[in-house]
């Protein structure tokens, strides 16, 4: 109940990706999909929707689409370490392990306080890499 004299609460419109987040969660690629392209017709700039639609499309298994999201919001926005990650595990999952090593090694340098991750990957791609010698 409202108190008298006060200003009506404002109600919040949800994020048109918001339902992207739980259905990829639910594993419903198709429909994530859908709702991060929805977001992203609305707001080309939303990086949240930008990644969701890469991460959609790999678990998709649509790889050289989502290498193609990946990239070009990691042009777009070249600060985005979660765009660079992206990336690189599309080039991994491409078998493009020496161009993914390139990928995960900037993304070292954007975000050197938190090197676990990154090198990890990196590291995989690395030993890929190798046995494909």
Known sequence: MR?????????????????????LADN????????????????????????GRGDSLCALGRWPEAHDAFRALSEAQPTCVDAW??????????ERHAEAIEVFDHAL??????????????????RMLETQR
Request: net charge positive; glycine share 12%; with cysteine.
């Open 28 to 51: 419903l690629p198709d429909e994530a999909l859908s709702c991060f392209e929805a977001a992203l017709a609305a707001d080309p700039q939303d990086t949240l929707a930008a990644l």
């Open 3 to 23: 108190q008298r004299g006060a200003a009506p609460r404002r109600r919040r419109r949800p994020h048109p990706a918001g339902g992207g987040g739980r259905a």
């Open 85 to 94: 990650v992206g990336r690189g595990a599309c080039l991994s999952l491409l």
């Open 109 to 126: 340098t954007l975000d050197p306080e938190n090197p676990g991750r990154l090198r990890g990957m990196r590291d995989m791609a690395q």
